[in-house]
Protein backbone atom coordinates (compact mmCIF):
# COMPACT_ATOMS: atom_id res chain seq x y z
CA UNK A 1 0.00 0.00 0.00
CA UNK A 2 1.46 3.15 -1.06
CA UNK A 3 1.03 6.74 1.01
CA UNK A 4 -1.75 8.97 1.29
CA UNK A 5 -4.00 6.00 -1.02
CA UNK A 6 -7.09 6.14 1.72
CA UNK A 7 -6.97 9.97 1.85
CA UNK A 8 -9.36 12.30 0.55
CA UNK A 9 -6.44 14.50 -2.01
CA UNK A 10 -8.96 16.47 -3.66
CA UNK A 11 -10.45 17.95 0.25
CA UNK A 12 -6.51 18.42 1.29
CA UNK A 13 -5.10 19.82 -1.60
CA UNK A 14 -8.36 21.77 -1.70
CA UNK A 15 -8.01 23.53 2.18
CA UNK A 16 -3.99 23.58 1.43
CA UNK A 17 -3.84 25.69 -1.90
CA UNK A 18 -6.82 27.86 -1.18
CA UNK A 19 -7.48 28.13 2.27
CA UNK A 20 -4.84 31.01 2.75
CA UNK A 21 -6.92 33.33 1.31
CA UNK A 22 -9.82 34.59 2.51
CA UNK A 23 -12.41 36.70 1.26
CA UNK A 24 -15.47 38.94 3.39
CA UNK A 25 -18.41 40.81 2.28
CA UNK A 26 -21.17 42.71 3.38
CA UNK A 27 -23.38 40.94 1.97
CA UNK A 28 -26.06 38.36 3.52
CA UNK A 29 -25.72 34.88 2.76
CA UNK A 30 -28.09 34.20 0.06
CA UNK A 31 -28.41 30.83 -1.88
CA UNK A 32 -25.79 32.25 -4.11
CA UNK A 33 -23.25 31.76 -0.85
CA UNK A 34 -22.91 28.09 -0.41
CA UNK A 35 -19.85 26.92 1.67
CA UNK A 36 -17.81 24.52 -0.10
CA UNK A 37 -19.25 21.42 0.06
CA UNK A 38 -16.81 18.12 1.19
CA UNK A 39 -14.07 20.61 1.61
CA UNK A 40 -12.84 21.30 5.10
CA UNK A 41 -12.56 24.80 6.06
CA UNK A 42 -9.03 26.08 6.63
CA UNK A 43 -9.72 27.53 9.93
CA UNK A 44 -10.22 24.10 11.36
CA UNK A 45 -7.33 22.75 9.62
CA UNK A 46 -3.68 22.33 11.46
CA UNK A 47 -5.12 21.27 14.45
CA UNK A 48 -4.46 17.83 14.90
CA UNK A 49 -1.70 14.75 14.26
CA UNK A 50 -4.33 13.55 11.40
CA UNK A 51 -3.98 17.43 9.74
CA UNK A 52 -0.53 17.14 9.65
CA UNK A 53 -0.12 13.68 7.97
CA UNK A 54 -2.98 14.44 5.59
CA UNK A 55 -1.08 18.04 4.78
CA UNK A 56 2.00 16.01 3.65
CA UNK A 57 -0.12 13.72 2.05
CA UNK A 58 -1.18 16.57 -0.03
CA UNK A 59 2.61 17.72 -1.15
CA UNK A 60 2.89 13.96 -2.35
CA UNK A 61 -0.13 13.91 -4.57
CA UNK A 62 0.65 17.44 -6.35
CA UNK A 63 3.89 15.99 -7.37
CA UNK A 64 2.21 14.26 -10.10
CA UNK A 65 -0.19 16.95 -11.15
CA UNK A 66 -0.54 17.46 -14.54
CA UNK A 67 1.95 20.83 -13.91
CA UNK A 68 4.50 18.65 -12.47
CA UNK A 69 4.58 15.34 -15.08
CA UNK A 70 2.31 16.58 -17.76
CA UNK A 71 3.41 18.98 -20.94
CA UNK A 72 4.78 21.54 -18.57
CA UNK A 73 7.13 19.79 -17.05
CA UNK A 74 8.05 17.47 -20.24
CA UNK A 75 8.82 20.76 -22.04
CA UNK A 76 10.92 22.64 -19.64
CA UNK A 77 12.69 19.62 -18.51
CA UNK A 78 13.02 17.24 -21.60
CA UNK A 79 12.38 18.91 -25.19
CA UNK A 80 15.05 21.49 -24.64
CA UNK A 81 17.31 17.90 -24.94
CA UNK A 82 18.98 15.79 -27.89
CA UNK A 83 17.61 12.77 -26.69
CA UNK A 84 14.08 14.13 -27.07
CA UNK A 85 11.73 15.48 -29.12
CA UNK A 86 8.24 16.58 -29.96
CA UNK A 87 6.49 13.64 -31.36
CA UNK A 88 2.40 12.58 -31.98
CA UNK A 89 1.68 14.14 -35.20
CA UNK A 90 3.39 17.25 -36.93
CA UNK A 91 0.17 19.38 -36.26
CA UNK A 92 -0.33 18.14 -32.58
CA UNK A 93 0.33 20.37 -30.17
CA UNK A 94 3.04 21.87 -32.49
CA UNK A 95 3.50 24.69 -30.02
CA UNK A 96 5.94 22.27 -28.14
CA UNK A 97 8.57 22.24 -30.90
CA UNK A 98 9.00 26.10 -29.77
CA UNK A 99 11.55 24.11 -26.90
CA UNK A 100 13.22 21.71 -29.87
CA UNK A 101 14.41 24.88 -31.71
CA UNK A 102 14.19 27.33 -28.82
CA UNK A 103 11.92 29.84 -29.91
CA UNK A 104 10.07 29.49 -26.74
CA UNK A 105 8.71 33.26 -25.67
CA UNK A 106 7.85 34.35 -21.98
CA UNK A 107 4.00 33.85 -22.79
CA UNK A 108 4.39 30.23 -23.62
CA UNK A 109 2.02 28.47 -21.67
CA UNK A 110 3.54 25.50 -20.50
CA UNK A 111 6.49 27.81 -19.20
CA UNK A 112 4.32 29.85 -16.74
CA UNK A 113 2.72 25.40 -16.10
CA UNK A 114 5.74 24.42 -14.78
CA UNK A 115 6.41 27.96 -12.60
CA UNK A 116 2.86 27.42 -11.17
CA UNK A 117 3.32 23.70 -10.73
CA UNK A 118 6.20 24.68 -8.72
CA UNK A 119 5.18 27.51 -6.70
CA UNK A 120 2.07 25.29 -5.66
CA UNK A 121 4.39 22.59 -4.51
CA UNK A 122 6.52 25.49 -2.21
CA UNK A 123 3.06 26.69 -1.35
CA UNK A 124 1.82 23.28 -0.01
CA UNK A 125 5.68 22.65 2.12
CA UNK A 126 5.45 25.82 3.44
CA UNK A 127 2.22 25.52 4.70
CA UNK A 128 2.88 21.99 6.68
CA UNK A 129 6.22 23.98 7.60
CA UNK A 130 4.62 26.87 8.82
CA UNK A 131 1.76 25.51 10.60
CA UNK A 132 3.14 21.85 11.78
CA UNK A 133 5.66 22.77 14.51
CA UNK A 134 2.55 24.33 16.51
CA UNK A 135 0.60 20.74 16.55
CA UNK A 136 0.56 18.76 19.85
CA UNK A 137 1.47 15.50 18.29
CA UNK A 138 4.05 12.82 18.64
CA UNK A 139 7.73 14.77 18.01
CA UNK A 140 8.99 11.79 16.34
CA UNK A 141 6.33 11.49 13.60
CA UNK A 142 6.64 15.56 13.57
CA UNK A 143 9.79 15.97 12.97
CA UNK A 144 9.78 13.31 10.39
CA UNK A 145 6.60 15.20 8.27
CA UNK A 146 8.84 18.54 8.61
CA UNK A 147 11.80 16.71 6.89
CA UNK A 148 9.82 15.38 3.98
CA UNK A 149 8.39 19.03 3.23
CA UNK A 150 11.60 20.24 3.14
CA UNK A 151 13.14 17.78 0.81
CA UNK A 152 9.91 18.35 -1.53
CA UNK A 153 10.46 22.19 -1.45
CA UNK A 154 14.18 21.77 -1.99
CA UNK A 155 13.18 19.58 -4.88
CA UNK A 156 10.87 21.99 -6.65
CA UNK A 157 13.47 24.75 -5.64
CA UNK A 158 16.05 22.58 -7.69
CA UNK A 159 13.58 22.44 -10.49
CA UNK A 160 12.79 25.76 -10.43
CA UNK A 161 16.56 27.40 -10.50
CA UNK A 162 18.09 24.75 -13.01
CA UNK A 163 15.02 25.92 -15.57
CA UNK A 164 15.19 30.05 -14.52
CA UNK A 165 18.32 31.19 -12.86
CA UNK A 166 17.68 33.68 -10.15
CA UNK A 167 13.90 33.03 -8.67
CA UNK A 168 11.82 34.52 -5.73
CA UNK A 169 12.65 32.82 -2.57
CA UNK A 170 9.23 32.22 -0.57
CA UNK A 171 9.99 30.23 2.71
CA UNK A 172 7.02 30.94 4.51
CA UNK A 173 3.51 31.45 3.78
CA UNK A 174 2.85 35.50 2.65
CA UNK A 175 0.75 37.02 5.84
CA UNK A 176 0.68 40.36 4.83
CA UNK A 177 0.17 41.97 0.96
CA UNK A 178 3.89 43.46 1.06
CA UNK A 179 4.80 39.46 1.61
CA UNK A 180 2.73 38.25 -2.17
CA UNK A 181 5.35 39.80 -4.09
CA UNK A 182 8.55 39.22 -3.90
CA UNK A 183 11.97 40.08 -6.33
CA UNK A 184 14.04 37.31 -8.09
CA UNK A 185 16.37 35.91 -5.47
CA UNK A 186 20.09 35.22 -6.41
CA UNK A 187 20.73 32.14 -7.34
CA UNK A 188 23.68 31.24 -4.78
CA UNK A 189 21.28 32.23 -2.44
CA UNK A 190 18.79 29.81 -3.79
CA UNK A 191 20.91 26.94 -4.33
CA UNK A 192 22.13 28.23 -0.73
CA UNK A 193 18.24 27.41 0.80
CA UNK A 194 18.17 24.21 -0.64
CA UNK A 195 21.10 22.74 0.84
CA UNK A 196 20.19 23.56 3.86
CA UNK A 197 16.52 21.74 3.27
CA UNK A 198 18.58 18.93 2.18
CA UNK A 199 20.75 19.10 5.09
CA UNK A 200 18.18 19.02 7.61
CA UNK A 201 16.04 16.95 6.16
CA UNK A 202 19.21 14.17 5.92
CA UNK A 203 19.50 14.51 9.60
CA UNK A 204 16.31 13.68 10.65
CA UNK A 205 14.45 11.51 7.58
CA UNK A 206 15.11 7.81 7.74
CA UNK A 207 17.24 5.25 6.00
CA UNK A 208 13.65 3.25 4.66
CA UNK A 209 9.99 2.47 5.42
CA UNK A 210 7.91 -0.04 6.17
CA UNK A 211 5.96 -1.58 3.80
CA UNK A 212 2.58 1.34 4.74
CA UNK A 213 4.96 4.41 4.07
CA UNK A 214 6.88 2.66 1.21
CA UNK A 215 7.48 5.64 -1.49
CA UNK A 216 7.98 8.22 1.29
CA UNK A 217 10.97 10.37 1.04
CA UNK A 218 14.35 9.02 2.88
CA UNK A 219 17.63 10.46 4.08
CA UNK A 220 19.22 8.15 0.59
CA UNK A 221 16.88 10.54 -1.30
CA UNK A 222 17.93 13.48 0.57
CA UNK A 223 21.91 13.36 0.01
CA UNK A 224 21.02 11.96 -3.37
CA UNK A 225 19.20 14.88 -4.15
CA UNK A 226 21.88 17.34 -2.03
CA UNK A 227 24.63 15.98 -3.87
CA UNK A 228 23.29 16.41 -7.12
CA UNK A 229 22.54 20.09 -6.11
CA UNK A 230 26.32 20.35 -5.60
CA UNK A 231 27.05 18.83 -8.64
CA UNK A 232 25.12 22.08 -10.82
CA UNK A 233 27.59 24.31 -8.71
CA UNK A 234 30.61 22.00 -9.41
CA UNK A 235 30.98 21.59 -5.53
CA UNK A 236 32.94 18.28 -6.57
CA UNK A 237 34.35 17.87 -3.19
CA UNK A 238 30.71 17.69 -1.61
CA UNK A 239 29.46 15.38 -4.47
CA UNK A 240 32.16 12.71 -3.91
CA UNK A 241 31.84 13.34 -0.13
CA UNK A 242 27.75 12.68 -0.57
CA UNK A 243 27.34 9.94 -2.90
CA UNK A 244 29.88 7.73 -0.99
CA UNK A 245 28.00 8.04 1.96
CA UNK A 246 25.07 6.99 -0.23
CA UNK A 247 27.00 4.05 -1.78
CA UNK A 248 27.37 2.75 1.61
CA UNK A 249 23.22 2.86 2.59
CA UNK A 250 22.19 -0.37 0.96
CA UNK A 251 21.33 0.58 -2.35
CA UNK A 252 21.68 -1.51 -5.65
CA UNK A 253 21.23 -2.09 -9.12
CA UNK A 254 18.09 -3.73 -10.31
CA UNK A 255 19.35 -6.36 -12.41
CA UNK A 256 17.63 -5.73 -15.54
CA UNK A 257 17.22 -2.13 -17.05
CA UNK A 258 14.27 -2.76 -19.16
CA UNK A 259 12.41 -4.80 -16.10
CA UNK A 260 13.80 -1.51 -14.05
CA UNK A 261 10.74 0.93 -15.36
CA UNK A 262 8.03 -1.71 -15.02
CA UNK A 263 5.28 -1.25 -12.84
CA UNK A 264 5.51 -4.24 -11.06
CA UNK A 265 9.35 -3.25 -9.91
CA UNK A 266 8.27 0.40 -8.87
CA UNK A 267 10.17 1.17 -5.20
CA UNK A 268 13.06 -1.68 -6.42
CA UNK A 269 16.60 -1.70 -4.89
CA UNK A 270 17.67 1.05 -7.37
CA UNK A 271 14.99 3.04 -6.38
CA UNK A 272 16.06 6.34 -4.30
CA UNK A 273 13.01 8.84 -4.75
CA UNK A 274 9.80 8.04 -7.44
CA UNK A 275 6.78 10.00 -7.48
CA UNK A 276 4.07 7.52 -6.46
CA UNK A 277 1.39 7.34 -8.67
CA UNK A 278 -1.51 5.31 -8.37
CA UNK A 279 -5.42 3.69 -9.84
CA UNK A 280 -7.84 4.04 -7.51
CA UNK A 281 -11.00 2.71 -9.63
CA UNK A 282 -13.40 5.77 -9.96
CA UNK A 283 -11.23 8.71 -7.96
CA UNK A 284 -10.11 10.84 -10.34
CA UNK A 285 -8.13 12.86 -8.00
CA UNK A 286 -5.88 10.66 -6.31
CA UNK A 287 -4.75 8.92 -10.04
CA UNK A 288 -4.17 11.56 -12.01
CA UNK A 289 -0.91 11.13 -13.20
CA UNK A 290 -0.97 11.62 -16.99
CA UNK A 291 3.16 11.29 -17.45
CA UNK A 292 2.34 7.83 -19.30
CA UNK A 293 -0.53 8.18 -21.30
CA UNK A 294 1.16 11.48 -22.78
CA UNK A 295 4.17 9.10 -23.94
CA UNK A 296 2.65 6.09 -24.91
CA UNK A 297 2.31 4.76 -28.66
CA UNK A 298 0.41 6.80 -30.16
CA UNK A 299 -2.85 6.08 -31.79
CA UNK A 300 -2.80 2.74 -29.24
CA UNK A 301 -4.69 1.82 -26.44
CA UNK A 302 -5.46 6.09 -26.10
CA UNK A 303 -1.87 6.80 -25.66
CA UNK A 304 -0.84 10.11 -27.17
CA UNK A 305 2.85 9.64 -28.47
CA UNK A 306 4.81 12.68 -27.04
CA UNK A 307 7.88 13.01 -26.15
CA UNK A 308 9.76 10.46 -28.38
CA UNK A 309 13.70 10.16 -28.53
CA UNK A 310 16.06 11.31 -31.51
CA UNK A 311 17.83 9.66 -33.72
CA UNK A 312 21.08 11.07 -32.03
CA UNK A 313 19.71 9.46 -28.84
CA UNK A 314 19.57 6.32 -31.08
CA UNK A 315 23.68 6.59 -32.66
CA UNK A 316 24.36 7.16 -29.47
CA UNK A 317 23.98 3.73 -28.12
CA UNK A 318 26.92 1.78 -28.50
CA UNK A 319 26.84 -1.24 -30.84
CA UNK A 320 24.98 -4.29 -28.34
CA UNK A 321 23.93 -2.20 -26.06
CA UNK A 322 20.33 -3.74 -24.25
CA UNK A 323 19.80 -0.26 -22.67
CA UNK A 324 18.49 1.30 -26.35
CA UNK A 325 15.83 -1.21 -26.81
CA UNK A 326 14.74 -0.70 -23.08
CA UNK A 327 15.08 2.93 -23.46
CA UNK A 328 13.74 2.92 -26.92
CA UNK A 329 10.76 1.35 -28.51
CA UNK A 330 11.08 1.10 -32.30
CA UNK A 331 8.02 1.11 -34.53
CA UNK A 332 7.28 -2.34 -36.28
CA UNK A 333 8.63 -4.63 -32.54
CA UNK A 334 6.77 -5.94 -30.28
CA UNK A 335 7.40 -5.27 -26.79
CA UNK A 336 8.42 -7.94 -23.91
CA UNK A 337 4.84 -7.71 -22.61
CA UNK A 338 3.85 -9.04 -25.92
CA UNK A 339 2.14 -5.51 -27.29
CA UNK A 340 2.96 -5.05 -31.24
CA UNK A 341 4.46 -1.55 -31.71
CA UNK A 342 2.17 -0.50 -35.57
CA UNK A 343 3.27 1.97 -38.26
CA UNK A 344 0.71 5.00 -38.87
CA UNK A 345 0.95 7.40 -41.22
CA UNK A 346 2.78 10.73 -39.78
CA UNK A 347 3.03 9.28 -36.34
CA UNK A 348 6.39 8.67 -34.49
CA UNK A 349 9.00 5.66 -35.61
CA UNK A 350 10.50 5.19 -31.96
CA UNK A 351 8.73 5.67 -28.30
CA UNK A 352 10.13 6.43 -24.93
CA UNK A 353 10.20 2.54 -23.43
CA UNK A 354 10.90 4.17 -19.89
CA UNK A 355 7.11 5.48 -19.65
CA UNK A 356 5.96 2.30 -21.38
CA UNK A 357 3.11 0.72 -19.89
CA UNK A 358 1.49 -2.65 -21.29
CA UNK A 359 -1.70 -2.26 -23.38
CA UNK A 360 -3.80 -4.28 -21.17
CA UNK A 361 -3.23 -2.37 -17.91
CA UNK A 362 -6.35 -1.70 -15.97
CA UNK A 363 -7.63 1.85 -16.02
CA UNK A 364 -11.28 3.52 -15.80
CA UNK A 365 -13.46 6.97 -17.42
CA UNK A 366 -11.91 8.38 -14.39
CA UNK A 367 -8.39 7.62 -14.50
CA UNK A 368 -5.69 8.23 -17.31
CA UNK A 369 -4.62 5.34 -19.22
CA UNK A 370 -1.00 4.24 -17.75
CA UNK A 371 -1.45 6.59 -14.17
CA UNK A 372 -0.43 4.11 -12.25
CA UNK A 373 3.02 4.52 -13.77
CA UNK A 374 5.29 5.67 -11.13
CA UNK A 375 8.02 8.73 -12.53
CA UNK A 376 12.04 7.67 -11.38
CA UNK A 377 13.38 11.01 -10.29
CA UNK A 378 16.86 9.23 -8.85
CA UNK A 379 18.12 5.85 -9.21
CA UNK A 380 21.38 4.74 -7.64
CA UNK A 381 22.75 4.46 -11.27
CA UNK A 382 22.59 8.20 -11.29
CA UNK A 383 24.76 8.46 -7.76
CA UNK A 384 27.35 6.10 -9.12
CA UNK A 385 27.72 8.10 -12.12
CA UNK A 386 27.68 11.35 -10.24
CA UNK A 387 30.58 9.53 -7.88
CA UNK A 388 32.86 8.95 -10.85
CA UNK A 389 32.50 12.57 -12.38
CA UNK A 390 33.03 13.91 -8.82
CA UNK A 391 36.30 11.28 -8.34
CA UNK A 392 37.40 12.42 -11.80
CA UNK A 393 36.89 16.44 -11.45
CA UNK A 394 39.11 15.52 -8.48
CA UNK A 395 42.18 13.49 -10.05
CA UNK A 396 40.98 9.92 -8.59
CA UNK A 397 40.56 8.38 -12.05
CA UNK A 398 40.73 4.85 -10.11
CA UNK A 399 37.57 5.62 -7.93
CA UNK A 400 35.51 7.29 -11.03
CA UNK A 401 36.29 4.21 -13.13
CA UNK A 402 34.83 1.66 -10.17
CA UNK A 403 31.78 3.21 -10.19
CA UNK A 404 31.62 4.17 -13.71
CA UNK A 405 32.48 0.60 -14.67
CA UNK A 406 29.73 -0.45 -11.98
CA UNK A 407 26.48 1.23 -14.06
CA UNK A 408 28.38 -0.35 -17.28
CA UNK A 409 28.56 -3.97 -15.95
CA UNK A 410 25.00 -3.86 -15.12
CA UNK A 411 23.96 -2.79 -18.67
CA UNK A 412 26.12 -5.42 -20.21
CA UNK A 413 23.72 -8.27 -18.28
CA UNK A 414 26.04 -11.33 -18.28
CA UNK A 415 27.52 -10.90 -22.04
CA UNK A 416 31.05 -9.65 -21.26
CA UNK A 417 31.46 -8.97 -25.64
CA UNK A 418 30.09 -5.57 -25.33
CA UNK A 419 30.52 -2.42 -23.23
CA UNK A 420 34.15 -2.71 -23.21
CA UNK A 421 35.63 -1.54 -20.02
CA UNK A 422 36.89 2.26 -19.72
CA UNK A 423 40.32 2.12 -19.05
CA UNK A 424 41.53 5.41 -20.13
CA UNK A 425 43.14 7.72 -16.63
CA UNK A 426 43.35 10.82 -19.02
CA UNK A 427 40.75 13.06 -17.29
CA UNK A 428 39.77 14.53 -20.61
CA UNK A 429 38.76 10.97 -21.94
CA UNK A 430 37.33 9.85 -18.60
CA UNK A 431 35.55 13.06 -18.30
CA UNK A 432 33.71 12.58 -21.88
CA UNK A 433 33.23 9.01 -20.75
CA UNK A 434 31.08 9.44 -18.19
CA UNK A 435 29.45 12.45 -20.13
CA UNK A 436 28.35 9.71 -22.78
CA UNK A 437 27.25 7.12 -20.10
CA UNK A 438 24.93 9.66 -18.42
CA UNK A 439 23.37 10.30 -21.85
CA UNK A 440 22.16 6.67 -22.62
CA UNK A 441 22.06 5.48 -19.07
CA UNK A 442 19.55 8.10 -18.00
CA UNK A 443 17.80 8.98 -21.92
CA UNK A 444 14.46 10.22 -21.34
CA UNK A 445 14.93 11.06 -17.18
CA UNK A 446 14.50 14.69 -18.50
CA UNK A 447 18.11 15.47 -16.81
CA UNK A 448 19.76 15.59 -20.41
CA UNK A 449 19.48 19.07 -21.75
CA UNK A 450 20.28 21.02 -18.18
CA UNK A 451 23.01 18.35 -17.91
CA UNK A 452 24.96 19.43 -21.46
CA UNK A 453 24.50 23.19 -20.32
CA UNK A 454 25.92 22.71 -16.83
CA UNK A 455 29.11 20.64 -18.62
CA UNK A 456 29.74 23.74 -20.93
CA UNK A 457 29.02 22.38 -23.86
CA UNK A 458 25.61 23.61 -24.74
CA UNK A 459 26.75 26.11 -27.98
CA UNK A 460 28.24 22.82 -29.51
CA UNK A 461 25.69 20.26 -28.76
CA UNK A 462 22.45 22.26 -28.91
CA UNK A 463 23.95 24.90 -31.68
CA UNK A 464 22.75 23.70 -34.77
CA UNK A 465 19.32 23.81 -33.42
CA UNK A 466 19.43 27.46 -32.66
CA UNK A 467 20.44 27.54 -29.15
CA UNK A 468 22.38 30.84 -28.34
CA UNK A 469 25.00 31.47 -25.68
CA UNK A 470 23.95 34.25 -23.04
CA UNK A 471 20.00 33.33 -23.76
CA UNK A 472 19.30 29.72 -23.36
CA UNK A 473 20.90 28.66 -20.49
CA UNK A 474 17.76 29.42 -18.96
CA UNK A 475 13.92 29.93 -20.15
CA UNK A 476 12.11 32.69 -19.77
CA UNK A 477 10.27 34.27 -16.87
CA UNK A 478 6.77 33.78 -17.89
CA UNK A 479 5.26 37.17 -18.42
CA UNK A 480 2.19 36.70 -16.60
CA UNK A 481 4.07 36.54 -13.55
CA UNK A 482 5.75 39.54 -14.52
CA UNK A 483 2.92 41.79 -14.88
CA UNK A 484 1.44 40.28 -11.82
CA UNK A 485 4.54 41.43 -9.76
CA UNK A 486 3.70 44.94 -11.37
CA UNK A 487 7.37 44.26 -12.90
CA UNK A 488 8.79 43.59 -9.81
CA UNK A 489 9.95 40.22 -11.27
CA UNK A 490 12.58 40.56 -14.66
CA UNK A 491 13.30 39.10 -17.66
CA UNK A 492 15.73 36.98 -18.18
CA UNK A 493 18.59 38.39 -21.16
CA UNK A 494 17.36 37.73 -24.55
CA UNK A 495 13.70 37.06 -24.06
Not at 61 to 74: P, Q
Not at 170 to 184: D, G
Not at 266 to 278: G, R
Amino acid sequence: MRIYKNINLHKVCAVLITGTILFSTSCKKSFLNVDPQGKQPAVTFWKTQQDAIDGVSSIYGNLRSWSNVGFNSLAVESLGGDDAEKGSSSNDASYLNAFNDFTVTSTDGQVSGFWEGQYQNVNLCNQVLDNVPAINMDPNLKARLLAEAKFVRAFAYFRLVRAFGAVPLRLNVPKTPAEFNLPRTPKEQVWAAIEKDLDDAAAVLPASYPAKDLGRVTKGAALSLRAKAAMYQKKWSEVLTLTNSVMTMGYSLFPNFDDLFRINNENNSESIFELQCEYNPGIKDASNSQYAQIQGIRTQAGYWGFNVPTQELVDAFETGDPRKEATILFVGTTTPQGDPITANPGDPSRYNHKAYVPFNTPYDNANPRGGQQNVRVLRYSEVLLMNAEAANELGNSTQAISSLELVRARARQGNPGILPKVVSTDQAVLRNAIYKERFVELAMESDRYFDVIRQGRAATVFGPRGWKTGKNEVWPIPNNEIELSANMLTQNPGY
